[in-house]
């Protein structure tokens, strides 16, 4: 069989049995065949890693090898020098090509190859991590050495009739790593290398310098014994020439966006290296010709939405820094290209108000290459996951930061970057303000970045425009005062709002006005959670009054869209705790929480059951508790107001948690980031409770009912909360043990971590607190632990616990907990004999 499978001799084949044997009490589960299968793949997979890692070590022109010894270094070098010869590269990508996980599937299911859910989970995730590995390999080396011609028509090649898209519109990695080859590869090909300094060290010195376009740059020197092998020194005009004829035939890709994005890479590389190329001034019609095909075929629609969301973009720096550059350079070296997009898009808006005052509908050919751009922008900085701090280059040159920067003047790119900032949001028409905003809160995500649009939009201030932040906070007042009601909205049960029918004309903010709306809102929030200085300046600021136009409008009759922007705004503000306390003491003033009259439902909860569970979506309900989990856990820490606190447990137990298997959700990651928004709050609530339980029993203050010892005392009596959240693990846990990978799996780890810890908490404190106060108010018979172990309706709880410790290499966090509540089990006396009726009737002890 294993030779059918995987070509190996006799021999190879019987290692592979013996050591799966061996490793049969590790995997009850499966035969000695299958794990001999998932060692194979195993095996596979560590051999990529280390051929990835060797990679890394590698000196070059992009990053510092991993290794500092330069013995090592040279031996690494030569050693990959032995393997390129032999076509390494070539081979990967034939592997990449044949070494599909379809057809590894296929041939083991023909083969009966694959067990359980478990056994196929680890066997296809180390197929993935293979593909993956293999291709990060050429990658890591196309960014240190110069790719052959042969090198780079063979990515092409795959790119062009192999690139795969996830189920999920994600592109595949390993496609994406070669399309991080192909531009890292094009760009040392076109570059003259000073032969004196071939061989280089690393041109990053610090942490954010990167490659550019904009000037080649000397490489430095090694060692005097480090060598590594390039190719020549000058440029290849046989590569130009076959690359030219491949990005500009007709011949269809498998994925055309691919192609589009290749080609606009190659017009950039192009026009950047006009002036070193022979004959540059002959590549002008081709860099037009290859721009324009680019973006009629929306690349960057399908940048925004297929390669920037892989997952690689939160931990791969250099494919980071390679698409920025992507990004900087098309500003910087296209600028002709982006002043058409701006004047298509302009006419574009046109278009669309002439239709819409017309009423007809709109064409379907309209241009929106301009608008998918900031949109990219937007999307690509929004997350600095890794502090690569990229998008500070928009605002090296500012003119708001003239008065703060250093000595040294702003290179050409940065002054380009800066221009482009500014002129964006020039004339604006209504149609490209919510994009240009969008794009203005992508390149903040830095504390500085912040700071320098705080500034730009307050200087805008001279302009008068619509991105000055005097009048948009004038707007917000007037939008407060307009539509605010007669009456608070917690006086109103009756009271319809957002997009609902009511028989009587409610008057409503229009949709246009509520996007632009949101995108404002969406920015001042970035803004004011990355930089305090700015924060403050909002909220001291005497003439804007965010508390009065955002709580007051929050009673207003508007679409919950635009509330749920209001509650994520005011969330960022609660970073700075005089804020945090100023918030808490306006929500128990105007009881945001507290039940309507005649009612014991609040004016929220009243509005996410009149209009988000309809539509399965809780968007609104979501910034809610974003809003309510910094607050109460800053409050907490001081004399909070237990008058307030206790409508807020009310409404997130009876009318969130509780609620929750009773509502149906659209998206499974909604519902687990609501539960595990609640219990971070409880468990704080909890934790915050027996603190000062135990400060009152240690000065005998006199007790009183808080809303912490109500949820104790719940979770003490197995009351409805207890029961809840032992259904939620079993719910959770059922999902994960199907062993497919689903979006929304880490929120549900999170929670389920959050369960087990709180019933932990629980147990463990109210011990201690027997233990050292014997007229203690607790009367209990179970800790929750106790009740997991011992309680004849949930007998199969407490085993689905252990066998979340199983799932160390996926949720290890999670496994972890578990096995916290396993040690908490084994080391009470009197659960020691329940827990041994729980385990299988045929476990037998070592």
Known sequence: MFFDLFQLNEYDSLLLLIEGESLQSNYPDCTRGLLAVQLYYQSKERLSACLAYLMACLNGRTFQSLIKISKSIEFSTNFINELIEQRLIENIIEQLISFQIRNEEQKLYSKAGLGNVKHRRRVQDSIKHIRSFQAKSIFLYSCQIRLTQSHLLSIINYLAKYSTIQDDGIIDESTLYLLGAFLYGITLALT????????????????????????????SPLEDNTTITTTTSSIDPDLITAIRDILSNDERWIIPELKAVCQLAWAIILRARSHTLPDGHVYSEDIEALADTAVEAHVFAFLSETVIKSSLFQQEEFLIRRFHMFFVDFIYYLPFKLKELRVQAEDTARMIEDCERARKPLPDNLQRDYEYFLELLSTFYAND??????????????????????????????????????SAGGTLSAYLYCHYIHMLAGISSTQSSAHACFELLRFAKDTGGPTCWNRIFQAFL???????????????????????????????????????????????????????????????????QITGAF????????????????????????????????????????????????????AIAYEIEEFEVPSQK?????????????????????????????????????????????????SIQEKWQIIELVLIILNDIVTNYFSNQIIE????????????????????????????????????????????????????????????????SVTISSQQILQTDKSSSFTFCQTPIERIVTDTNTKDLFPNIMK?????????????????????????????KPFLRLLPKDHKFD
């Open 192 to 219: 003259i290398l000073n032969d004196t300094n071939i061989g280089s060290s690393s041109i990053l010195t610090s942490k954010h310098q990167q490659f550019s376009l904009q000037e080649d740059q000397p490489l």
């Open 385 to 422: 996951h890794m502090s690569l701090h990229l998008s500070e280059e928009f605002w090296i040159a500012a003119d708001a930061l003239a008065g703060h920067r250093l000595m040294q003047s702003p290179t050409q790119q940065q002054v380009a970057l800066a221009n482009f900032v500014e």
């Open 478 to 544: 007037l939008y407060r005062n307009t539509y605010r009601p007669d009456t608070l909205l917690n006086q109103q049960p009756q009271t319809s709002f957002g997009g609902s029918t009511s028989p009587s004309a409610i008057k409503t903010i229009a949709p246009k006005e509520v996007t632009a709306l949101i995108a404002v809102l969406n920015l001042i929030e970035v803004i004011a959670s990355q930089d305090e200085v700015s924060r403050i300046g909002f909220f001291e600021h005497p003439q804007w």
């Open 551 to 602: 709580f007051g409008l929050l009673s207003c009759r508007i679409s919950l869209d635009l509330k749920a922007a209001l509650f994520n705004t005011l969330s960022a503000f609660t970073k700075t705790s005089e804020i945090a306390m100023h918030f808490w003491k306006i929500i128990g003033e105007i009881d945001l929480f507290a039940p309507m009259e005649n009612s014991d439902m609040p």
């Open 618 to 666: 809780y968007t609104f309900l979501k910034s809610c508790l974003k809003f309510l989990q910094p607050i109460i856990s800053q409050q907490l820490k001081t004399n909070i107001d237990m008058r307030t606190l206790g409508y807020c447990v009310v409404f997130l137990v009876n009318h969130v948690l509780l609620k929750i298997p009773t509502r149906t959700f659209k």
């Open 697 to 760: 029993n240690d000065h005998n203050e006199t007790k009183f009912v808080s809303p912490g010892e109500l949820l104790v005392n719940d979770l003490l009596r197995g009351g409805i909360l207890n029961n809840l959240l032992t259904t939620l693990i079993t719910d959770g846990c059922e999902k994960l043990f199907e062993y497919v990978s689903f979006i929304g799996e880490q929120e549900l780890s999170r929670s389920l971590i959050l369960i087990m810890e709180l019933l932990e």
């Open 804 to 832: 979340l410790i199983d799932m160390i290499d996926y949720f290890p966090k999670l496994a972890n907990q578990a096995l916290s509540i396993f040690a908490k089990t084994l080391s009470e006396d009197k659960l020691q």
